[in-house]
């Protein structure tokens, strides 16, 4: 079972910075790689995605904050976050789409909670 390792959530107060990094277990070839985010009773939203090719596409909120990379040899996709405000308050997941088919995979989800 392909788990995708999350981590780098946490407590922080309005305008810090946070980085989430994602790493599957196993190597795959990964198409598209994207963060999701769940807020407090809202429904999951993408915020950040990254094809193969490195283009990239981001929730109109986040844009000039947030900035999204992979690494196409470790398989791995961070997340880095500045100028982070109250509203991105959220529990963020990974999720990645392996190149060639359907399949994909979602992490566990880490918490990132904005407040002074």
């Known amino acids: 079972q392909v788990q995708l390792a999350e981590s780098g959530g946490g407590l922080v107060q309005p305008g810090g910075s946070l980085r989430l990094p994602c790493a599957p277990s196993?190597?795959?070839?990964?198409?598209?790689m994207r963060w999701y985010r769940q807020p407090p009773g809202n429904e999951r939203e993408l915020v950040a995605a990254?094809?193969?090719?490195?283009?990239?596409n981001y929730l109109n909120s986040v844009k000039g904050r947030f900035t999204i990379s992979r690494d196409n040899v470790k398989n791995t996709v961070d997340l880095q976050m500045n100028n982070l405000k109250p509203a991105d308050t959220a529990v963020y997941y990974c999720?990645?789409?392996?190149?060639?088919?359907?399949?994909?995979?979602w992490g566990q989800g880490t918490q990132v909670t904005v407040s002074s």
């Open positions: 999720y990645v789409k392996l190149a060639g088919g359907p399949t994909e995979y």
């Open positions: 196993a190597i795959f070839s990964i198409d598209h």
């Open positions: 990254i094809t193969q090719d490195g283009n990239t």
